[in-house]
């Protein structure tokens, strides 16, 4: 090794990053082929391909097959894979602009404020969007929950700031009270349902893929697009961002821009999942971690693997979902705490043994 | 030419600096020693564009910086705090390449990076994580990150400033990061340092600017510090010592 060069070069780097990329791309088409095959009615995976194909070159495929690969399973998967990866997505920006890995549009109150803003929509406002012509009604729903994630966002993040720089207690008491309130919400909202409306809170609450269309596909696809988009400018702004502001500051980031773009863009990302399909816990708050150990934090890379990761791991959540107590389903929040929180509780513990050991 | 001209600044309503002058020629090393409190701190981000003044302006080469962006600020002057915290475990080499702009062709990345790290003996480092470093290789990476910033601007005249930077250094680390202050200022760049030991900045500095109360007292070359000056700066009685010991800054 020459002493011009410390380290590995830019060109390994790339490299590493495009084979890191590849390997989340693939584990998140297989997580989505397998998602297309795997249900209750059994359909070959030559079957699935063959009417995917048809689906494709415009030659459809008649029969019930068909019909469940193409009406009831695609969506669903297209569903999965959007609100998996913008919610991942969201969480690892989040934790990148607070500097603080506990940040997650979940823990901190982004997602129950904009679940709580849907409900209110729900309940109230469903009446006010048959005012309006054509059916711009519908978009009452996505935009009010992106305005309550909006919300929560920018009180956390005048409420948590002391002298330029970001409180990490602050933000999680503020999270949690914040978080009590839309539960009081909530509960108020309950209080006055009907036994129908009810049934719809268990699915605020705990999420699901159910009941995907192409409407809901359109409604988030815009969303979840444009903060993917957006994103991988923020990358090294995030990363100038962990030495502190003043120091992002001092190597030539505009750090207030950073922070507003990146606060409008987890809104409208984690708004327009929780209105296609409720308030799923954990996918935001875990995956960015273990990603974080396996490529490092350069959020270059962490932002685009997280995002497929983030896909994979709610792709492959509602197929335990849906099969795991079949005909019925389980709520995919049950299964993405259910199984998310051992796993961080297992991380945190290998980690503190880690660091003892050290 | 950096030159700050009648700057005040206001903190939380209070006024915490009055009227201070300031000018880094390229090559020099300014000096800015004083209590706690007196505004050393303050002026050395005014002078960066990181506070605005209520009065007085800062100049680079003539023009004022008030209305410059981040990254136009971040291509003539470069800043080194005293001690930086990371919440996440980027490496060493990661570091360092924050200070080089993305625009940059990946083969120039690796030499600046490469010379950056080398410069302050970090360059078998470049691939640890930052967290197994010690206190004073952590500082050395971070000199090596400010480094890398003004090479990778080079060609204007560049402004290092460097706040408190030997703090928590042990007098071997001291050394490290005085002598990389004076080469840089030796490679025609300006050095601003705020600094605690009035010894040490003796030793470095060119000119040194004594600030007690929020207001520059006293200007000069190092030889007009007097232990009358220092004793009514700091408020304790000074005495030249012969038996003084200090690192050889050479």
């Known amino acids: 090794m020459t002493t011009a060069v410390a380290g590995a070069s830019m060109t390994q780097r790339r490299t590493r990053d495009f084979a890191a990329i590849g390997i989340a791309a693939a584990l998140a088409v297989t997580a989505a082929m397998a998602s297309l095959v795997i249900g209750p009615i059994a359909i070959p995976p030559q079957r699935v391909a063959a009417i995917l194909f048809g689906f494709l070159d415009g030659t459809a495929t008649a029969g019930r097959d068909a019909v469940v690969v193409l009406d009831v399973r695609l969506p669903r998967t297209v569903l999965g894979v959007l609100v998996g990866a913008s919610t991942a997505l969201a969480g690892a920006v989040m934790q990148g602009l607070f500097r603080n890995p506990l940040a997650d549009p979940g823990v901190v109150g982004v997602s129950s404020g904009a679940g709580l803003a849907a409900a209110l929509w729900f309940i109230l406002g469903a009446g006010l969007g048959n005012l309006v012509p054509w059916n711009l009604g519908t978009l009452g729903l996505p935009l009010s929950a992106f305005a309550g994630g909006l919300i929560v966002s920018a009180t956390l993040h005048l409420l948590s700031r002391r002298e330029g720089q970001t409180s990490a207690t602050l933000l999680l008491l503020a999270g949690i009270a914040i978080g ?11 209080f006055i349902a009907s036994e129908q409306q009810l049934r719809e809170f268990t699915f605020w609450t705990l999420g699901s893929l159910g009941g995907a269309t192409s409407t809901k596909i359109a409604l988030v696809l815009p969303f979840a697009l444009a903060f993917m988009a957006v994103a991988p400018r923020l990358a090294r702004g995030l990363d100038a961002l962990a030495l502190g502001e003043a120091e992002a500051f001092h190597l030539g980031i505009d750090v207030e821009r950073l922070k507003r773009v990146a606060v409008i863009g987890v809104a409208a990302a984690v708004g327009a999942s ?21 490529i490092g934090p350069a959020h270059r890379l962490l932002l685009p ?11 492959t959540a509602d197929i335990v979902a849906r099969t795991i107590a079949a005909p019925s389903e389980i709520p995919l929040g049950v299964i993405t705490a259910g199984v998310g929180a051992p796993f961080m509780l297992w991380l945190l513990l290998r980690q503190g043994l880690a660091q003892q050991l050290r | 030419m950096l030159e700050a001209r009648g700057i005040s600044v206001q903190l939380s309503g209070r006024e915490v600096l009055t009227d201070a002058d300031l000018t880094i020629a390229p090559g020099r090393i300014v000096v800015l020693i004083g209590p706690n409190g007196a505004g050393k701190s303050t002026l050395l981000r005014a002078a960066a564009g990181a506070l605005k003044p209520v009065r007085g302006t ?4 003539g023009k004022n910086i008030s209305g410059w962006s981040a990254a136009m600020l971040a291509a003539r002057r470069a800043v080194l705090a005293q001690s930086v915290t990371l919440t996440m475990a980027y490496t060493a080499g990661e570091i360092v390449r ?21 410069a302050v003996e970090m360059a078998h480092a470049a691939e640890r994580l930052i967290s197994a470093l010690s206190g004073g290789e952590q500082q050395r990476v971070h000199a090596a990150r400010v480094l890398a910033q003004i090479a990778a601007h080079r060609g ?39 600094l605690h030991d009035v010894n040490v900045a003796a030793a470095i500095a060119d000119e040194i600017v004594v600030l007690s109360n929020g207001r520059v007292v006293e200007r000069g070359s190092p030889a ?16 030249i010592a012969e038996s003084a010991m200090m690192p050889n800054l050479a």
Do not use: C, K
């Not at chain 2, 001291?174 to 050095?191: D, E, I, K, N, Y």
């Open chain 2, 224 to 239: 007009a510090l007097t232990p009358e000056l220092l004793g009514r700066v700091y408020g304790v009685p000074f005495h």
């Open chain 2, 98 to 118: 924050l200070g080089v702009p993305v625009s940059m062709r990946n083969h120039e990345v690796d030499t600046i990076v490469g010379e950056a790290l080398a």
């Open chain 1, 305 to 315: 693997v997280t995002a497929l990761a983030g896909a994979t791991f709610l792709v």
């Open chain 2, 58 to 61: 800062v100049t680079i080469d």
């Open chain 1, 274 to 294: 929780v209105a296609v399909s409720g308030v799923v816990g954990f996918v935001g708050l875990i995956t960015p971690h273990v990603v974080r150990l396996v």
């Open chain 1, 180 to 190: 009590a309130f839309t539960s009081a919400g909530v509960g108020v909202l309950v």
């Open chain 2, 156 to 194: 204007p005249t560049q402004y290092l400033l460097l706040d408190e930077p030997t703090t928590h250094l042990d007098p071997a680390q001291q050394r490290t990061v005085l002598q990389l202050a004076r080469r840089v200022a030796a490679s025609g760049a300006g050095v601003l340092a705020v």
